[in-house]
């Protein structure tokens, strides 16, 4: 497994590729330059240097800057920002982070056939929709493009949500920075993994969807936690955890009783993995189900669970070893962790 940071070549990224580009800090110039921030950075890229000259024509095209694209968050930050993104290139923190995602991967994702370079970009302004997340691209013609199917992927993390959002000093921050990088890595080469090795996984549907959740968002979310840890295991905050399992029953149980609900499921698995940390139990209530096997010291059982993708083995193993003080599985759950493989 090869992952690449290339912190020192970041750039001013929007998440729609392909477009202009401007350089991070003539963006910050520009926001001086331009009354009322009417930029005309309609679309930044995110590829750097790679991207060729005649891309940057289009930087002349005056467009209105879409109001999802925080420009007047950059604004009142931008101090924050500069100081973040050389936060990042001096701390050299990367390796340390992508030995803690090893540690979750199953075997099969570190093979040499698996390696995949991943670009990190650290960007200025983005679309609000997240503090770090990952991209499909391919080059065509000159153009960068998005392609979920064909692309390869990049990790953008937004630095202007990230001053506007994250708590602590500028240490802490930068630190967070690199835990939300290991999330996000976790992704890429699971994914790349899953992809490989269990190629049906796409077309998955019903509760099915619920459960890839709790396995993929639930590891990532406890790298992240690990990673800030300095590599030790993060005891699961004991008062979040009871509305977490009951949140993740109340969604199995309605999943169980609509299986073939586009909507239901739509509506479960958004409310599931989106808005605050706290309040996506499919992301956070994975957590807690791979946080209490950590806590027993059962890394090992992790990588297992994720080399076969299987949320029934993580809830069985959940239930198995859970310690005093975190909640038993509600009855749906329960019952599906019956099914698992012994
Ligand atoms: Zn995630």
């Known amino acids: 497994?090869?992952?690449?940071?290339?912190?020192?070549?970041?750039?001013?990224?929007?998440?729609?590729?392909?477009?202009?580009?401007?350089?991070?800090?003539?963006?910050?110039?520009?926001?001086?330059?331009?009354?009322?921030?009417?930029?005309?950075?309609?679309a930044m890229s995110t590829f750097g240097d790679r991207l060729p000259e005649q891309s940057f024509r289009e930087m002349a095209a005056m467009r209105p800057f879409p109001e999802d694209y925080q420009l007047a968050a950059l604004a009142r930050r931008r101090d924050r920002v500069a100081d973040l993104l050389a936060g990042v290139e001096s701390a050299k923190a990367a390796s340390g982070a992508v030995d803690i995602v090893r540690e979750f991967l199953p075997e099969a994702a570190m093979d040499a056939g698996a390696a995949i370079p991943v670009d990190v970009y650290l960007v200025a302004v983005g679309h609000a929709l997240g503090d770090a997340y990952i991209r499909y691209v391919v080059y065509d013609r000159g153009h960068w493009a998005i392609d979920a199917n064909a692309g390869v992927p990049v990790i953008l993390v937004n630095l202007t949500v990230v001053a506007d959002t994250y708590p602590g000093d500028h240490e802490q921050v930068v630190k967070a920075i690199f835990s939300v990088l290991a999330h996000e890595l976790f992704h890429c080469a699971f994914h790349r993994y899953l992809e490989r090795a269990l190629p049906d996984t796409e077309h998955i549907q019903g509760v099915e969807r619920f459960l890839d959740i709790l396995v993929d968002e639930g590891i990532a979310h406890y790298v992240d936690r690990v990673t800030e840890n300095e590599g030790a295991p993060w005891l699961f905050p004991r008062d979040r955890a009871a509305a977490l399992m009951e949140q993740m029953e109340a969604a199995v149980s309605r999943l169980l009783a609509c299986p073939s609900?586009?909507?239901?499921?739509?509506?479960?698995?958004?409310?599931?993995?989106?808005?605050?940390?706290?309040?996506?139990?499919?992301s956070m209530g994975g957590c807690l189900l791979v946080a209490a096997i950590d806590e027993r010291g059962d890394r090992q059982?992790?990588?297992?669970?994720?080399?076969?993708?299987?949320?029934?083995?993580?809830?069985?193993?959940?239930?198995?070893?859970?310690?005093?003080?975190?909640p038993e599985l509600g009855p749906c759950l329960r019952a599906i962790a019956k099914d698992a493989a012994q």
């Not at 392909?18 to 009417?38: I, W, Y």
């Not at 698995?269 to 139990?281: L, Q």
């Not at 297992?304 to 859970?322: G, K, M, P, Q, S």
Request: charged share 20%.
């Open 1 to 42: 497994m090869v992952f690449q940071f290339h912190t020192d070549a970041a750039r001013l990224a929007l998440a729609c590729i392909g477009e202009s580009v401007l350089r991070f800090n003539e963006c910050l110039s520009q926001l001086d330059a331009t009354p009322g921030h009417q930029l005309s950075i309609a």
């Open 261 to 282: 609900s586009a909507r239901d499921i739509e509506e479960v698995i958004v409310a599931a993995t989106t808005g605050p940390y706290w309040k996506k139990f499919g």
């Open 301 to 326: 059982c992790l990588r297992e669970i994720a080399a076969a993708n299987d949320a029934r083995l993580l809830l069985a193993t959940y239930e198995r070893c859970r310690s005093r003080g975190l």
